[in-house]
Structures are given as structure tokens and as C-alpha cells.
């Protein structure tokens, strides 16, 4: 009896000291961090540059990856770089400018050129049109219209968007003579819509020949959400620490073939289809890892009592937010590394038995996997000799490494974003697709990723789909934000 009550106590006494943790420590997070100072504003014509995106919306730099349209895309590149030059011809006149395949690299030399240098980076090429979509568009996709505050087209966000801003920030501090500090080089990829071997690949290859390295990259991939969560209408700024591995798995499946009206029990499509059903079956390692973890805390502030306790409490309720998270694809993606069954093949008539039958498979890779453990952890699933497991030549990567949220880049780039957005609070994440800032990853300390522009949570859409445009009072604020990283790093 005395024994039942001792434990009694005990497990009472456990309730109460997780209690008083869970409350302190939602207590603790009651009050966001301190926000950099907002800085001095800085006057800038968003209807000029509004103009010049526009205009650089209307070069069809389209990449479908090879084929029929190459050479059309050459073109609007070569005119595009044409246009560039001519629309900024300070920035032009004080940095070295290079055509490397058919992207740009510009050298600002810094007063002090024996400090590592920085990069900016933007893509000049756009994703397609979905054919069949382009009555859905409220201004056709290629037209650069600006109506009813916006700056409409394929591109005006992605990329050309962060493109414009850069060299128009660039632009203004050369027209004053300012020279930077430290060298800034900014990267302007031709096929980061297709994988960016021949642009950026080509750049970085280049760059480590001649033994470059830079103190932190800044690419696209982070936003400013206008709900970093649901119900939460206040700003931040989502600042992308890394990005998911990119890798596509071919599943060839043998069996006997012949004809369909003597069907063995050896059929390769079957064992296909068991195949694909094992991958995805067996999902990999998921859960909350330290970037969502510190997400979450940025975020905890800002909501209400009963929702801080979840957020500021993952160590007990992590579980919880994994079952939230995986509910929604978009969040889904970065607990673990997806599996994606996109391509399935075989056969030739309907009364032949097909003795090989394909799937392709694309996976994006959480940082806890690699390459290697994957390719095994699809191989251990399917257990099937008689499938043979192909990696593609699909420009595969490796999930990015995660930078260093108390490293001096991001430090940085959160007080340059918090003078620049009316100290908005700054939280890490991971970018579920692929960049061009990965080719960067082996001659960077850093590599950082943020499209300075908002993003209410319907705008995600535009991005590679229908109306994507870009608000002209977005356009301000995120020239000033280039130009104060420009001049205050030193
Ligand atoms: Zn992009």
C-alpha cells in the first residue's frame, strides 16, 4: 500500500515538474528576441524599376531543357545581357563583366581584395508555361504589363525579380562612386530552371580553378510570409539555411515476356508495381530536426498562449507538430526525404507480354540522408534481384550543408533584413527544391537563400505557375535591402 502511494507521488511529482518546465519555457519565449534598428530609408523609384523588370519579363528566356527551343533561348539571352548592359552602365563600368557560356559573372573589386569575397545570385531563365494555361493568366505570361500594382509575367518573381533588384541596388551605389569593402561578385545563371550545369556549374567550376572562396552566397529560396503561421498576420522573414538533395532512381524490372495469353507468374510490370509500392512503402527517417526546431521558436512569440506552449515545448511535443506537419505536402517535405514516383514504362501492344518494365523515382533528400543511404535504403526495400535499382544522370546533389545560424553571414543578413523590413523578425528554413546556389557549396563558408519580396500564403502558387507578379511595393524595400548588404558588409 505504502508502495502505491510513493509511486503515486512520484508519478504526481513528474507531472508537476514537466508541467512547470512546459510553462517557463512558453513564458520564456512570450517576448521575440531584439530586432535590429530600423535603418534609414532609402528613396527609390520602384515605378523605373518596375519598368526594367518589366522589360526583362518580356525576353523569353525559357528553358525546357534542350530540344527545339534552345536556340530561341539563346537569343533572348544574348538580348537580355544586350539590354543589361545598356540599362546599367555604372555598374557596368566599375565591375569586371564575363560571359561564361551564356550566363553572367561580374567581379566588383573591394577596396580590400584579400578578404574572401561575397556572391549574389539570380537566374535569367524562366520555367515554361503550362500549354492550355495562358487564357488563366490575367495578363499574358510574356507581357511585362504593370496594372493595379504589379509587375506581371513568367519571371517577375522567379528570378528575374531578385535579378533586377541586385543590379539595380548595384547600379545606384556605382552611379555615387561607392566601392565596396570587400569584393562583391553577383552571378546571373543562364539553365537553373534545367539544373544549372551550363550556367552557374560552368561559373562555380571556374571560380575554384582559379581558388575563389567566399565568405557566404546569397541566392534565391527564403521569403517574407505574410502568415509564418496560421492565424499569425504578422511578417517574417524566412531566411533558407540549406536545401534538399535532388536524386532520380530508375526501377528496371525483368520478368518473362510473351504472349498475353499465357501469362506466367513471372511478369515484369507486376514486379514493377510491387516494386514501386515497396519504395513507398517504406518512407525514410522523418521528424523534426534542429532547422524546423529553430523555425518554430522564431515563431513562438507571435501566437497565442495555448499554441506558444506547443511550439516552445517541441521537446515534448515534437510528435505532435510532426502529425500537424504531415498533413500538409509543403511542410511534409521537410521532416524527410520524399519519394516520388513521376515516369512508369513499358510495353508495346496490348496482347504482348513486355519483359522489362521502368519507373523513375525522384527523391529529395532530407540532410540526415545521403545519396548512398538512399540508393540502399531503396534497394533494402524493394529486395528484389530481378529489379535493377539505376541512378540517373539527373544531376543528382546531395542535401546542402546547413549553415551556421550564429555564424557571422547570417547574423548579418538577419540585421540587414530587420533594417530593411521594419525589424521583422528572421527565422532559419530549409529550401524542398533545388537551387543554383548548390554548385557554390564547395567554395563557400555560407551559402544563404531570400527572395526579398512577401509572400501572402496563396502567392506560393504563382511560383512556376499561373499570374506570378511581383508587387511594386515590394520593389523598394528590397533594393534598399541589396543595397545595404552591399555597403555594410566589411
Ligand atoms: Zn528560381
Given at each position: 500500500m505504502k508502495r502505491v502511494l510513493l509511486a503515486g507521488l512520484g508519478v504526481v511529482g513528474i507531472i508537476v515538474v514537466v508541467l512547470a518546465i512546459v510553462i517557463a519555457r512558453t513564458m520564456m519565449l512570450a517576448r521575440p528576441p531584439a530586432a535590429a534598428p530600423a535603418g534609414a530609408p532609402i528613396a527609390v523609384n520602384a515605378i523605373g524599376v518596375a519598368q526594367h523588370l518589366a522589360q526583362a519579363v518580356?525576353?523569353?528566356?525559357?528553358?525546357?531543357?534542350?530540344?527545339?527551343h534552345e536556340d530561341e533561348k539563346n537569343a533572348a539571352l544574348d538580348a537580355m545581357r544586350n539590354w543589361l548592359a545598356k540599362t546599367y552602365p555604372n555598374f557596368h563600368r566599375v565591375a569586371k563583366r564575363e560571359v561564361i557560356g551564356k550566363s553572367l559573372l561580374f567581379t566588383w573589386k573591394?577596396?580590400?581584395?584579400?578578404l574572401p569575397p561575397v556572391l549574389l545570385m539570380a537566374h535569367m531563365d524562366v520555367v515554361p508555361v503550362v500549354?492550355?494555361?495562358?487564357?488563366?493568366?490575367?495578363?499574358?505570361?510574356?507581357?511585362?504589363d504593370i496594372s493595379g500594382g504589379y509587375v506581371w509575367g513568367r519571371g517577375a518573381v522567379d528570378d528575374k525579380g531578385c535579378l533586377i533588384m541586385i543590379l539595380e541596388a548595384a547600379e545606384r551605389l556605382a552611379s555615387t562612386g561607392f566601392t565596396p569593402t570587400r569584393t562583391v561578385m553577383v552571378a546571373a545563371g543562364q539553365d537553373e530552371e534545367v539544373g544549372g550545369a551550363g550556367g552557374n556549374g560552368v561559373i562555380a567550376a571556374t571560380l575554384a580553378q582559379r581558388g575563389v572562396h567566399f565568405a557566404w552566397v546569397l541566392d534565391e529560396g527564403g521569403m517574407i510570409l505574410d502568415?509564418?503561421?496560421?492565424?499569425?498576420l504578422r511578417p517574417m522573414a524566412s531566411v533558407s539555411i540549406a536545401e534538399k538533395g535532388y536524386l532520380t532512381l530508375e526501377l528496371v524490372a525483368h520478368g518473362e515476356g510473351g504472349h498475353s495469353s499465357r501469362p506466367t507468374h513471372d511478369m515484369a510490370v507486376v514486379r514493377l508495381a510491387q516494386a514501386v509500392l515497396s519504395v513507398v512503402d517504406h518512407p525514410f527517417a522523418s521528424g523534426l530536426d534542429d532547422i524546423q526546431r529553430e523555425k518554430y521558436e522564431a515563431i513562438a512569440?507571435?501566437?497565442?498562449f495555448p499554441q506558444r506552449m506547443l511550439l516552445a515545448n517541441l521537446w515534448l511535443t515534437g510528435p505532435i507538430m510532426d502529425r500537424v506537419m504531415e498533413t500538409q505536402p509543403e511542410l511534409a517535405a521537410r521532416l524527410h526525404t520524399t519519394i516520388a514516383p513521376t515516369i512508369l514504362a513499358a510495353g508495346i501492344k496490348d496482347n504482348v507480354i513486355p519483359p522489362e518494365a521502368r519507373a523513375t523515382i525522384n527523391f529529395r533528400l532530407h540532410?540526415?540522408?545521403t545519396i548512398e543511404s538512399a540508393i540502399a535504403h531503396v534497394r533494402k526495400a524493394i529486395d528484389d534481384p530481378k529489379v535493377d535499382v539505376i541512378e540517373s544522370k539527373e544531376s543528382p546533389s546531395e542535401a546542402s550543408k546547413v549553415a551556421d545560424i550564429h555564424g557571422r553571414a547570417y547574423t548579418f543578413l538577419t540585421e540587414e533584413i530587420q533594417r530593411s523590413f521594419n525589424g521583422i523578425p528572421v527565422a532559419p528554413d530549409i529550401t524542398t527544391g533545388a537551387t543554383d546556389s548548390r554548385h557554390y557549396l564547395g567554395i563557400a563558408d555560407d551559402v544563404l537563400r531570400l527572395d526579398p519580396f512577401h509572400f501572402a500564403p496563396d502567392d506560393l502558387h504563382m511560383i512556376h505557375g499561373t499570374n506570378e507578379r511581383l508587387a511594386i511595393r515590394d520593389i523598394g524595400p528590397a533594393v534598399g535591402f541589396y543595397m545595404r548588404v552591399i555597403q555594410d558588409w566589411k
Open positions: 518580356r525576353f523569353k528566356t525559357i528553358s525546357y531543357g534542350g530540344g527545339a573591394g577596396q580590400n581584395p584579400n500549354p492550355g494555361t495562358e487564357k488563366d493568366w490575367s495578363h499574358p505570361p510574356f507581357s511585362g502568415e509564418p503561421f496560421p492565424g499569425v512569440p507571435f501566437v497565442p540532410p540526415r540522408d
